[in-house]
């Protein structure tokens, strides 16, 4: 059986710990010969490396593993590449989050002004990364989950129209589908979705059991009704993520044609958000004083004992999990079924063939497959076009260095909506970016 080589980059990412216990625990499904954390910030890796060292020589002695902050060392000879960056680190998610807030606009991470913010500093950071990777491993599977994943994705399409072997993916569709599962008492595995989006906007507009076909979304509307929509991830159980969650039922309650991504509350109801995030305690702080911090204590127990005790559970990873099946399916061409960030060429009916979409895929060595699900209804189509279009300018506004678009993007954007608004958030977020955003004249 061949045994891949694979590099993480943003190695010292809270989620890495996960992914390097995932590795340990799916060796058979994936086996690796090689795995290298690649980070800028050589002192943020250090300890996860570490930890790696420790966990694998008891749990994966064979395989090679090493921690660099050299892209010719992370990058020469790879197979997989799992890219996992967070252009600004969590410094910048918190301004992200803070400043559209203190405009009384939703500052979120992905989502809105934030989204934008981080948008034009990863757009940077990617296509550098990227064109080095294709120096060292011009064969190399990119999988990136790296965010804003909708505008990388836009950004990525145009810099690399060519390359076929960069797969942009997010795990919250599956995270939604694994909740329900829980919701409904049976196996995650058992649903068969149909799915239709923008990365972090997006409705099942139908959940079958896998075995029977019987569409399940009845019975899920109604149990939502009944008892609210609770996360499956550990990690989605602070508090900010389950008010996220619980916006489900809100949702279905105004709109009950279809399950919605938790990710839609803040499109549909702006204001109502804005207007209860706090906007100076956002989830990038509650990130920083948890995950963060869990995740670093867990180091330095580690390496203080020199070997792992009980600690090989103690982190969830249906995260890393996701992204390790879909290197598998890739990996052995299985055909798999995972909801994926495509060019959208008509899967969307109605909507434009150039815009990066979310939806159901089959998934083997010839990348995705996605499935049509034809037209969709204007209501779903006009929220769709106004945010395709929002990031589309932005991209615009990256590659022409045009202040002029990136205003329009602004403005377009149902989190702003407001062209003087706009104008004031984008000012303040061109100051907070300084030269990690490209200059815009
Ligand atoms: C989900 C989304 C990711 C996002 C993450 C944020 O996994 O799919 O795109 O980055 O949530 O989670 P956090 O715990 O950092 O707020
Ligand atoms: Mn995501």
Redesign the pocket.
Known sequence: MKKYNVCIVGGGS?YTLGFLKSFARMQEEFPLNKLVLFDIDGERQKPIGQYGEIMFKERYPELDFSYTTDPAEAYKDMDFIFMQMRAGGLHMRQKDEHIPLSFGKIGQ??CGAGGMSYGLRSCVDMVEAIHQIREYSPEAWILN?S?P?AIVAECLRREFPDDKKILNI???PE?VVRSTSRLLGCDWNDLDPVYFGLN?YGWFTHMYDRKTGEDLLPKIRQIVKEKGFLPQDA??R?K??LETYGFVQTMLEDFPDYLPNTYDGYYLYPEYKASHLNPNYT?AD??IDG?EKRVFKECEEVIKAGKLGDKFHAISDA?AEMMIKVAEAIAFNTLGRFILIVENNGAIANMQDDAMVEVVCELGINGPRPLRVGNIPQFYLGLLVQQVSSEKLLVDAYYEHSYQKALEAFTLNRLINDAKEARKILDALIEANGDQWPELK
Request: hydrophobic share 15%; charged share 35%.
């Open positions: 809270t991470e992905t989950y965010n994943a997010c795990d919250q995270n972090h990690e989605q602070d900010s993520w989830r509650e990130v995950r995260h």
